[in-house]
């Protein structure tokens, strides 16, 4: 673990290509229920016109990552994805600390996020960081679904924030 880096660096277009396998890698564990994918280059820079991903490298390239889009009064964030041989250390949490930290420092009320039902250890991971369930919304992705599945939507309350400090950071 010494060579990872001790900061994180909001990913680039340049980014996309690396980004996309370090997502889709990470997202291999969901082909028991959806086939494909998870995402691609074109898209994540889609996605960075709407927010930010935010990666933490290593000598070996990205190690970790999370997307973050602010709406009126949340921080969204998702996506988080940790290289498979580097789970376990800590870097997913400490991604969704920084989200959080962000979401303060810009004034969100809360983090929200998305987790599809049959990833019932995700549930639980995140109620250990204090999110809790907020209701469900159907599952809409571009991939196939082999068996019935729906999103579970969490949030956590955050403390107020300042609003101004991180907006050219976060907003598009």
């Known amino acids: ?3 990872l ?3 994180v660096r909001r990913a680039t277009p340049d ?6 396998e370090l997502v889709n890698d990470a997202y291999r564990v969901e082909r028991f229920f959806v086939d494909g994918d998870r995402t691609n ?3 994540l820079v889609e996605m960075m016109r709407a927010g930010v991903f935010l990666v933490l490298e290593e000598a070996q390239g990205l190690a970790a990552a999370v997307y973050l889009e602010r709406t009126d009064t949340a921080i969204y964030f998702g996506m ?12 997913g949490t400490r991604l969704v600390r920084i989200a959080e930290a962000m979401g ?3 004034g969100a009320r809360e983090c929200t996020l998305k987790i599809v039902n049959l990833r019932e250890e995700l549930g639980r991971w995140y109620k250990s960081l204090g999110y809790r369930d907020a209701g469900t919304s159907p599952y809409v992705a571009h991939r196939p679904v082999k068996q ?7 949030y956590k309350p955050l403390a107020s924030g300042s609003g101004a400090v991180l907006e050219s950071t976060v907003a598009a």
């Open 15 to 20: 980014d996309a290509a690396s980004l996309a």
């Open 41 to 43: 280059a074109a898209e």
């Open 1 to 3: 673990m010494d060579t």
């Open 104 to 106: 303060e420092a810009l």
């Open 80 to 91: 988080l994805s940790v290289r498979a041989n580097l789970r376990g250390l800590g870097l």
């Open 148 to 154: 019935p599945c729906h999103f579970i939507e969490m």
């Open 5 to 7: 880096a001790i900061s």
